[in-house]
């Protein structure tokens, strides 16, 4: 019964998905959804796109295992990425009307830095669309008790979110998100309570959680201990900030003002209502010790999805897991759209001029088609967790893309020189130590960052860029 009841959620998904697709007459609709969306939406868009698997799933498990320490990268540095976005990148990149971040690249720097940099940024999104598309097969799994394997409702769900937005893209994520977003906030605050009430009350969570050390989250004075904590935290931080589905939702919004403010709001309430699957999921630890020892040994992504099978009655059941695929299904369709979009725009366009409108948008859906399928075979060859593939994905970006995105916006000395040797140095010196040096003690991609800097300073120095007197220090815009 309940899978049934998963079905027609599905279904309900897909339809309205295909609804809004009505909308989509142009490459522009597709995109950027005409520049149109108001606020509420945009907010929706926002809080949805970040609250995915590895929210529900993903660092609930990991604050089981590791208490808030583990928690640095997500949700503390996700939530300063968009605040971030919102109070500083959000205005210059939204007044200067571009289509993708590449756009910006290739205006700022050359068309050899917006090739790199836009490929960096649609390699970032390959593990965490995996991560949505693992979470989808692990609900399929759990609520047939096994008779749909991992890797079957791995392709039940792509198949869904894929649907959707193939036809409509941001205009179908915006009006599904908004959908999803009110079901998930209502579907988990219900379930919580109940748990909650399980478990003995707030007081009793908060306090035996206290008690066991899971608040604990700055590093020892110790430095390698110090310089993990930082990398933890500038890989989402910084890292998550050069990427197409955060800049696509501030660029649909319909002002200056709602571009801001919807982005920064939604930072913040991703953050709070961030601790809704910790606090029920030590509630469930407190409600069932037992079981949840039995499955932190297997997988403790499974610790929140079993129990709520079987404690809660079967209404809240249905709560749960149509707000969870709300949540999965909201992250997937705007991560599966954004690197699609940055291929076309920014890759495929550079090896086709001349493509017409009708042409970009159909090139559009054939790329999110493929994008789909190599996702697919991500997610069911890697053995990570969903919060490491999430974590992972942003090291190239921290290491090779965000010191070219910020100097090119507020340093307008940065040049193409600079933009060159802080690839080359951030990226090359990242993936020499993942290679030759697996057990350093911290993540390389700190790194990386640092002498992403250095390379734009020196570059920067040697061949100042030529159009620093312009604005920005741009030179003119790539036709549309």
Not at 55 to 61: F, K
Not at 179 to 200: D, E, K, P, R, W
Request: glycine residues 8%; neutral net charge.
């Amino acid at each position: 019964m309940l899978l049934a009841l998963v079905a027609v959620y599905l279904l309900f998904s897909i339809s309205l998905g295909l609804f809004a697709a009505r909308k989509v007459h142009s490459a522009s609709d597709y995109i950027t959804a005409g520049r149109s969306l108001p606020m509420p939406v945009v907010l929706a868009m926002v809080f949805a796109t970040w609250f995915g698997a590895e929210t529900v799933l993903g660092i609930s498990a990991t604050f089981l295992d590791e208490g808030f320490r583990g928690l640095i990268s997500d949700p503390l540095g996700a939530a300063i990425c968009l605040v971030l976005f919102g109070l500083v990148f959000a205005l210059p990149l939204y007044r200067l009307k571009l289509m993708t971040l590449g756009d910006f690249f290739h205006i700022r720097y050359n068309k050899g830095i917006e090739l790199v940099l836009s490929g960096c940024i649609v390699l970032s999104y390959l593990g965490w669309v995996s991560a949505q598309v693992t979470a989808l097969g692990l609900v399929f799994n759990v609520l047939s008790e096994g008779s749909v394997s991992m890797d079957q409702g791995m392709l039940i769900g792509a198949a869904v979110v894929l649907t959707y937005t193939l036809f409509g893209g941001i205009w179908s994520v915006a009006v599904t998100d908004f959908v999803q977003m009110t079901i998930i906030v209502i579907g988990l605050l219900l379930v919580t309570m109940n748990a909650s009430h399980m478990a003995g009350g707030m007081s009793e969570v908060i306090s035996s959680a206290a008690a066991e050390g899971k608040f604990a989250f700055l590093p020892s004075l110790d430095l390698v201990d110090m310089l993990g904590w930082i990398a933890a935290l500038f890989t989402m931080a910084l890292g998550s900030i050069p990427q197409q589905d955060v800049f696509q939702r501030v660029n649909t919004s319909k002002n200056e003002k709602v571009a801001v403010w919807a982005t920064t709001c939604g930072g913040i309430a991703y953050f709070f209502f961030a601790a809704v699957p910790l606090y029920l999921v030590y509630s469930a630890s407190l409600i069932d010790p037992a079981q949840t020892a039995a499955l932190m040994q297997e997988d403790s992504q499974l610790v929140l999805p079993t129990f709520v099978l079987t404690h809660m009655p079967f209404w809240l059941q249905a709560v749960f897991f149509g707000a969870l695929l709300s949540v999965i299904m909201s992250t997937a369709s705007s991560t599966l759209l954004a690197p699609s979009v940055t291929f076309t725009e920014n890759v495929l366009k550079n090896f086709r001029p001349g493509m017409t409108d009708r042409q970009l948008l159909k090139a559009t859906r054939v790329t999110v088609l493929v994008f789909t399928l190599l996702v697919i075979a991500n997610a069911t060859l890697s053995h990570s967790s969903i919060h490491a593939m999430v974590e992972n994905a942003y090291r190239i970006t921290l290491a090779g893309v965000f010191i070219p995105l910020t100097a090119g916006l507020f340093w307008r000395k940065a040049s193409n020189l600079g933009a060159a040797l802080s690839i080359g140095l951030g990226l090359g010196s990242w993936i020499l130590l993942e290679i030759f040096f697996p057990e350093l003690p911290f993540e390389p991609q700190l790194i990386g960052l640092g002498l992403s800097l250095v390379g734009m300073l020196v570059g920067s120095h040697l061949a100042p860029n030529p159009n620093a007197g312009q604005p920005h220090g741009m030179r003119e815009k790539r036709p549309v």
